[in-house]
């Protein structure tokens, strides 16, 4: 493990940074880095065009992994681990840094965000908890039922079914978390964007009317897709709370990598899996792929959809 060295005062300053739910900035907000979703507080400056994440251990042997893998590309580099005020981190690229006020978007992709062991855990040692029932009714007062509200609590996998169910999740195989726009303004509010017109909808307000940068995005995206249908690692995988980093600017440079293995886990030997078959307790599925193919699709439709309009203007043709 690396062991950081004493920091240079040159790294003092950079330290000094504004932490916000979401965004830390330093450099004089021109290297943003934004935390869109996944656990609050987790994640540090690292070296000049590094984050550091929180370790954990099994996103770690998944990186090792990934770093052998034909996926590699596709996944911020893993730079080893470092200390750093006695707490361990894994050290992975800033994916952030080639671009000049990036819009960002992260989607969680697959059909489920819980692991199959941890409904096991669930049935074996139920815990109530009431910050989830507090996020539930939030979002919907009507979904608790009278024992949860008697209880002002719920376990874990009923919030995350719940969870998956109101989003898109469940029946699109991805869901939008988090959102950061060029101007800063960032927002985590889709708990219920749910059917593909409002998935629309977001995609739209996040990438705009330009049909090149839906491109560029498909484009990555399909390359991703077909990696990941040879790749040793994603076969050998079960892949829950994943999530698709998109990131554009206003060069119109634009990419797409895959994050978050924390809950990447191998798969028990004597299963397959293929990413898009329906998932019933025991298959392992996850749905990723089912949720890939869902959103090409929607962002094909739209680049379409901009480039008809564009035809229509450019030859001069009536709207209907
Ligand atoms: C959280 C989200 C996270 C999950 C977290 C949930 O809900 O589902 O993925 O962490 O569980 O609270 P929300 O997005 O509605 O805020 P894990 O994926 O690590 O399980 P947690 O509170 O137990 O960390």
Not at 23 to 42: E, T, V
Not at 290 to 310: C, K, M, P, R, Y
């Amino acid at each position: 493990m690396i062991q950081l060295k004493k920091q240079s005062s040159w790294k003092k300053i950079r330290n000094i940074v504004h932490w916000s739910p979401f965004i830390q900035q330093f450099k004089k907000n021109r290297y943003p880095w934004i935390q869109l979703a996944g656990h609050q507080g987790n994640f540090q400056a690292g070296e000049p065009g590094a984050v550091l994440k929180k370790y954990d251990s099994r996103e770690q042997k998944a990186f090792d992994k990934l770093m052998k893998d034909v996926l590699r590309s596709y996944v911020p580099e893993y730079r080893g681990d470092v200390l750093k005020n006695n707490e361990k981190y894994l050290q992975l690229q800033d994916l952030l840094c080639e671009f000049d006020s990036p819009c960002v978007m992260d989607i969680k992709m697959g059909t489920r965000t819980y692991l199959e062991e941890e409904l096991e855990k669930a049935r074996e040692k139920p815990k109530l908890r009431k910050d989830m029932y507090q996020k539930m009714i939030e979002v919907d007062p009507s979904a608790p039922t009278e024992e949860e509200n008697a209880q002002g609590a719920i376990i874990k996998p009923r919030y995350m079914q719940w969870r998956d169910e109101m989003s898109s999740s469940t029946h699109l195989g991805f869901r939008i978390e988090g959102i950061k726009k060029m101007d800063g303004a960032s927002s985590k509010n889709f708990k219920k964007t749910k059917t593909p017109e409002e998935v629309k909808e977001a995609l739209k307000h996040f990438v705009g009317t330009d049909p090149e940068v839906y491109s560029r995005y498909i484009k990555r995206l399909k390359a991703i897709r077909v990696t990941q249908e040879s790749s040793e690692f994603f076969s050998a995988h079960e892949i829950i709370g994943s999530s698709l980093l998109f990131v554009h600017d206003k060069s119109k440079q634009a990419s797409v990598w895959m994050i978050d293995f924390g809950k990447t886990n191998p798969l028990p030997d004597h299963v397959k899996v293929n990413h898009r078959n329906l998932w019933v307790e025991g298959n392992h599925e996850d749905g990723y792929l089912f949720g890939l193919d869902n959103l090409i699709s929607i962002l094909e439709t739209i680049e379409q959809e901009l480039l008809s309009v564009a035809e229509r203007e450019n030859s001069n043709i009536p709207c209907e």
